[in-house]
């Protein structure tokens, strides 16, 4: 267990239970990214602390670009912790970044690691996030996307007009009832919907209105998804469309950081994704990102609904009084 590094999104933690001096350790590999990584750390006058990737074939032909931040806490020491500047390094080997902090402390240590970003080094580098390939449009490899996309971007034989916010566009009706039983209860019943073959979507502008119907015909580009994937979640929740929830919640949980955090919270809260208020309550408590946050916290609990706001108390005496 001392090796195991424990993950969530962009952050990575190794507890380690005993470090003695003039010693060494290496933790199990953990991955973030696209990368497998290690850390290791060696115990002399200073704590010296390295982060590398895995050496693979993908670490040799797209070696990691990182942006990061570290920080170090001895649990001996009442809990202080040293954190890093902002690292911005290309990684290759164990060499690459050393991080030496001035601690005369042995025991128990804990080493958290947020990636900022990750960029593939070479030609053209570039983030790996947004990195889900669920979103990427397949059309060039799958002739029946190819026939879908064209549906829709010509409007062959649609059957229906949906109107936005600010402006509006032409579906099929078979299309959307077959990806939504709210659809498919709007066409198949004596609604005026049924009867106009018109829909109005005006909680949803016209960008993330095809957006949507993009992801039903299965033709969704991947920066799409991730420009409009809180509208998405909240189509998702009103018509119903189960699939769509769940690429949301995990792109969400992905993407957690310390800038957007608590709304990810609120947005948990409020479409019921456990998995992802779980999520942020292990970033802030157990990872100790509270400390990061603080400045808006004030805010936060004047606007936030009373039970979350209990929750994440009682989240607070479970990490001070662990069982």
């Not at 066409?187 to 095809?210: A, G, R, Y």
């Not at 699939?243 to 709304?263: H, P, T």
């Given at each position: 267990?001392?090796?195991?590094v424990?993950?969530?999104?962009?952050?990575?933690?190794?507890k380690i239970?005993?470090?003695?001096?003039?010693?060494?350790?290496?933790?199990?590999?953990?991955?973030?990214?696209i990368?497998?990584?290690?850390?290791?750390?060696?115990r002399?006058?200073?704590?010296?602390?390295?982060?590398?990737?895995?050496?693979?074939?993908?670490?040799?032909?797209?070696?990691?670009?990182?942006?990061?931040?570290?920080?170090v806490?001895?649990?001996?020491?009442?809990?202080?912790?040293?954190?890093?500047?902002?690292?911005?390094?290309?990684?290759r080997?164990e060499?690459?970044?050393?991080?030496?902090?001035?601690?005369?402390s042995v025991?128990?240590?804990?080493?958290?690691?947020?990636?900022?970003?990750?960029?593939?080094?070479?030609?053209?580098?570039?983030?790996?996030?947004?990195?889900?390939?669920?979103?990427?449009?397949?059309?060039?490899?799958?002739?029946?996307?190819?026939?879908l996309?064209?549906?829709?971007?010509?409007a062959?034989?649609?059957?229906?007009?949906?109107i936005?916010?600010?402006?509006?566009?032409?579906?099929?009706?078979?299309?959307?009832?077959?990806?939504?039983?709210?659809?498919?209860?709007?066409f198949?019943?004596?609604?005026?919907e049924?009867?106009?073959?018109?829909?109005?979507?005006?909680?949803?502008?016209?960008?993330?209105?095809?957006?949507?119907?993009s992801?039903?015909?299965?033709?969704?580009k991947?920066?799409?998804?991730?420009?409009?994937?809180?509208?998405?979640?909240?189509?998702?929740?009103?018509?119903?469309?189960?699939?769509?929830?769940?690429?949301?919640?995990?792109?969400?949980?992905?993407?957690?950081?310390?800038?957007?955090?608590l709304?990810?919270?609120?947005?948990?809260w409020?479409y019921?994704?456990?998995?992802?208020?779980?999520g942020?309550?292990?970033?802030?408590?157990?990872?100790?990102?509270?400390?990061?946050?603080?400045?808006?916290?004030?805010?936060?609990?004047?606007h936030?609904?009373?039970?979350l706001?209990?929750?994440?108390?009682?989240?607070?005496?479970?990490?001070?009084?662990p069982?």
């Amino acid at each position: 267990m001392d090796d195991k590094v424990e993950t969530l999104g962009r952050l990575a933690r190794w507890k380690i239970d005993n470090l003695g001096p003039s010693s060494y350790k290496k933790s199990d590999p953990f991955k973030v990214g696209i990368w497998n990584w290690y850390f290791s750390v060696v115990r002399n006058r200073y704590l010296y602390i390295h982060i590398f990737p895995e050496p693979s074939s993908v670490s040799k032909d797209q070696p990691p670009f990182a942006r990061f931040i570290l920080r170090v806490s001895n649990a001996s020491s009442s809990r202080s912790f040293h954190i890093s500047p902002v690292q911005e390094k290309l990684l290759r080997t164990e060499d690459d970044f050393i991080w030496s902090v001035d601690t005369p402390s042995v025991g128990r240590y804990i080493i958290d690691v947020e990636f900022l970003d990750l960029k593939i080094n070479g030609e053209e580098t570039s983030s790996v996030w947004p990195s889900d390939e669920v979103y990427q449009t397949i059309g060039i490899q799958s002739s029946t996307i190819c026939c879908l996309s064209r549906m829709l971007d010509e409007a062959i034989h649609a059957d229906l007009t949906i109107i936005t916010a600010d402006g509006s566009l032409r579906a099929h009706k078979a299309v959307l009832s077959s990806s939504s039983p709210v659809f498919r209860s709007m066409f198949h019943h004596n609604l005026k919907e049924k009867e106009s073959s018109t829909i109005h979507v005006e909680d949803m502008s016209l960008e993330s209105c095809t957006a949507l119907i993009s992801f039903l015909y299965g033709t969704i580009k991947q920066q799409d998804f991730w420009k409009h994937r809180l509208a998405l979640l909240g189509a998702a929740n009103k018509y119903d469309i189960d699939g769509l929830k769940d690429i949301c919640e995990e792109s969400l949980l992905e993407d957690l950081n310390s800038r957007n955090v608590l709304d990810m919270l609120n947005e948990a809260w409020f479409y019921e994704l456990l998995k992802l208020k779980k999520g942020c309550l292990v970033f802030l408590f157990e990872f100790g990102k509270i400390h990061d946050v603080k400045d808006k916290l004030n805010n936060f609990f004047q606007h936030a609904d009373r039970e979350l706001v209990i929750e994440m108390f009682q989240e607070v005496l479970s990490v001070s009084n662990p069982v």
